[in-house]
């Protein structure tokens, strides 16, 4: 149980940290104030969500897992620049926050439903990074 704890808590902070760093790498390219104030709000979020699985890994005399590593987050980098050289209109990048947001919400469900016996906290933060995704995905439906 231990393990599938840990697990769980480490999908949430990679998870988290990824949306943060896609939102710090593509706000600077965001001149629409609505599409800027959206991401910034999930870089917040995803941010607090890093910082509580991280402490809560710790609790458990574990450390997080490296989240993104140099690799993934060059190949983010990258795709982040090709997606935005020929449109960066807010409904392309609230599009593109949409893709990335749902592949978070893949991520996370696959974990919980291959790991039923972690402890109801490690669930729980995990359920309730799923209901802010989704909300996300709510407000950025609004914008495309």
Do not use: C
């Amino acid at each position: 149980m231990q393990g599938e704890n840990t697990d769980i808590l480490n999908e949430v902070y990679k998870a988290s940290t990824m949306g943060a760093e896609a939102a710090e790498m593509l706000l600077p390219k965001v001149h629409d104030q609505k599409i800027r104030s959206q991401i910034s709000s999930q870089q917040q979020n995803y941010e607090a969500s890093a910082h509580k699985a991280a402490q809560m890994l710790e609790e458990k005399g574990d450390k997080p897992k490296v989240a993104t590593q140099p690799m993934q987050k060059a190949m983010l980098w990258g795709s982040i620049q090709m997606n935005t050289l020929a449109n960066s209109t807010p409904e392309h990048l609230a599009e593109m926050m949409i893709q990335g947001t749902t592949m978070g919400i893949i991520d996370i469900q696959k974990r919980l439903n291959e790991l039923p016996q972690a402890d109801s906290d490690s669930r729980k933060l995990a359920e309730d990074f799923l209901k802010g995704e989704q909300q996300n995905i709510d407000e950025l439906k609004k914008l495309l």
